[in-house]
């Protein structure tokens, strides 16, 4: 199967300042790569993601990027405001474009300080 | 505008008791999976089905049992509930067949502690 890491495990930044999270993947076949949001007792949403023939995408105050030679991507949040607090998840799509399964990171607790 | 629905949301399990988590989804897709949340570990796949009537076994399926009767319900059972299944229990689905068809939808999640 995939194997996803995900760093840092924790994070805190002060409102305004910017928040990057990486992931790295094992699987060359992965070629899509969605981040949650998980709000403290809610479920996790999808908030944005990259498909494998993409390098950059973005979504106002959010981007994501993807190195597919060195598998890995990351998340970006600029402009970090108190509401962006919560624990964000990378997650890879094994198993090529018809990938039955997905696999997740352990997940980082964001704190964004007013 | 259901979307996932998991029930029981709470529930307090003896060792050795046994219970079924059920999932709906009422957005007609074809792919539903159970995942389970633990501190640290993020989300781990569980058991999940390409489509009614079908199973697969994910990354951490001893203890668990699975069944898609109809399209629309997948449920998680356990048979024998043992403490290390103390964890939240996340439903999942996603449909087929459109280029934007990769969005997994999740239910509202499930706290079983086992004692």
């Known amino acids: 199967g995939e194997n996803v890491e995900q760093h840092p495990s924790t994070l805190s930044v002060q409102e305004g300042d910017s928040a990057v999270i990486k992931c790295t993947y094992s699987?060359?076949?992965?070629?899509?790569f969605p981040w949650y949001k998980q709000e403290l007792g809610k479920r996790p949403q999808l908030i944005i993601d990259i498909r494998s023939n993409v390098g950059e995408k973005k979504d106002q105050r959010i981007a994501v990027t993807l190195n597919k030679t060195a598998k890995h991507f990351s998340l970006h949040i600029t402009e970090t405001q108190p509401e962006d607090s919560a624990v964000y998840f990378c997650?890879?799509?094994?198993?090529?474009?018809?990938?039955?399964?997905?696999?997740f990171g352990t997940g980082t607790s964001l704190t964004v300080i007013p | 505008n259901a979307g996932v629905t998991q029930t029981p949301k709470f529930r307090v399990l003896k060792t050795g008791q046994s219970m079924t988590l059920l999932c709906a989804q009422d957005m007609n897709h074809e792919y539903m999976y159970w995942y389970r949340q633990d501190p640290g570990m993020g989300l781990r796949l569980i058991h999940y089905s390409v489509g009614e009537g079908t199973t697969a076994k994910g990354e951490v399926p001893d203890g668990y049992n699975v069944s898609r009767l109809k399209k629309q319900n997948f449920l998680l059972g356990l048979e024998s509930a043992a403490p290390s299944q103390t964890s939240v229990y996340f439903c999942?689905?996603?449909?087929?067949?459109?280029?934007?068809?990769?969005?997994?939808?999740f239910g509202e999640g499930s706290w079983l502690t086992v004692v």
């Open positions: 699987d060359s076949a992965s070629n899509y």
């Open positions: 999942a689905s996603r449909e087929i067949g459109r280029p934007a068809a990769n969005t997994i939808y």
């Open positions: 997650a890879a799509q094994y198993g090529g474009p018809s990938g039955n399964q997905f696999y």
